[in-house]
């Protein structure tokens, strides 16, 4: 069964102090990796897609990457407007390869 | 361009009541998606569209919960005899298909008493 798990649950830190999330995932087949944010009473907003080990997007602050067993987010120098529930999700080629399998997520706050 | 929009933003019912969800997708969007996702998880698939047809509904939970997609935009999900374990946010995603990356509403925030 597709599994992912993200760690920390929860991260705090001073504005400007980086840090990584962790996303580890279980699945017979990667098609794609997410990365989404998610702030308190809205829907999920797209950040990146992975598709294979190596690669690494950026998008200002923020960088991902992955491996074969995981994923990695990078925020360098955060400011307290990065304060969100960052969730990854993966989809599977085995099941139906539409559907996204998502993580608890991780709840980081930045404190000015 | 308008993203995904989910009314009502907020439901509250009794046990045991009909509700109705609505989703509209991003305009030319083919695959629609809904999740449910309860507080402090993760949102968990119940079922995805491309075109008017469920091409995945192995996330229903059970047979009070259908989806419908009548033209191939706007969808509703539909629970019948509501329970209080049906408390959650219901969240609607569209995408172009394939793996392109998948667009989310800000969800329907459904409470049962």
């Known amino acids: 069964e597709d599994q992912v798990t993200q760690s920390p649950e929860a991260l705090r830190l001073q504005e400007g102090e980086s840090s990584s999330l962790n996303c580890s995932y279980t699945v017979s087949g990667l098609r794609g990796l997410f990365w989404y944010r998610q702030d308190p009473g809205k829907g999920p907003e797209f950040l990146f897609t992975l598709y294979s080990a190596g690669e690494e997007k950026e998008k200002e602050r923020l960088k991902a990457t992955l491996t074969k067993k995981e994923s990695f987010l990078h925020i360098t120098a955060p400011k307290p407007e990065d304060s969100a529930t960052y969730l990854c999700a993966v989809q599977a080629t085995d099941t139906g390869f539409q559907k996204l399998v998502f993580g608890t997520g991780t709840r980081l706050l930045v404190s000015p | 361009g308008a993203g995904v929009s989910q009314t009502p933003s907020n439901k509250v019912t009794e046990k045991g009541k009909y509700v109705e969800l609505r989703c509209d997708p991003i305009s030319g969007h083919t695959a629609l998606y809904w999740y449910r996702q309860s507080l402090g998880q993760g949102p968990e698939f119940l079922i995805y569209?491309?075109?008017?047809?469920?091409?995945?509904d192995s996330g229903l939970p059970n047979d009070r919960f259908f989806a419908v997609r009548p033209e191939g935009s706007v969808s509703t999900l539909k629970i019948q005899r509501t329970e209080r374990g049906d408390s959650a946010v219901y969240l609607c995603a569209s995408s172009p298909g394939g793996d392109q990356p998948q667009h989310f509403g800000d969800g329907t925030r459904l409470s049962i008493l």
């Open positions: 569209f491309q075109g008017t047809g469920a091409a995945d």
